[in-house]
């Protein structure tokens, strides 16, 4: 599939929603989701990121297409330097796994804005 409206129309589908139903559970309009499938309108981050996670899919999946990622048992957060300097490590490894899940979906957004891909994505290709 190499458009992000095929890719999201193929996951809505095989997910069972339709289009209304999705649009109502993301907080969008029908027409929104519509217009995104048959004319890849430009969503924002956030609406993309509700979306994914509603139909369950990789978000870089969504939007780049490719593989999409697959779910790993992740060993513990441990740095050996500390990147942020307005955010603190100990903050960071306060969240919940959810919360942390959250924060790394933040994280590629924030990554594929500034067009640089994850680490596993490059090395996959």
Not at 27 to 38: K, M
Not at 59 to 67: D, M, Q
Not at 98 to 113: F, N, S, V
């Amino acid at each position: 599939m190499d458009t992000l409206g095929k890719r999201l129309a193929a996951a809505r589908e095989k997910k069972g929603l339709s289009q209304a139903a999705l649009a109502k559970r993301v907080g969008a309009g029908q027409s929104t989701i519509a217009s995104i499938e048959s004319r890849n309108k430009d969503a924002s981050g956030l609406l993309l990121l509700r979306i994914a996670r509603v139909l369950g899919v990789d978000l870089v999946w969504l939007i780049e297409g490719g593989e999409p990622a697959q779910s790993v048992n992740e060993p513990p957060l441990q740095y050996e330097e500390w990147p942020f300097q307005s955010i603190s490590k100990e903050l960071v490894l306060s969240l919940t796994p959810k919360q942390r899940t959250h924060l790394e979906d933040g994280m590629r957004i924030a990554l594929a804005t500034m067009g640089v891909e994850p680490e596993s994505k490059k090395s996959a290709a």
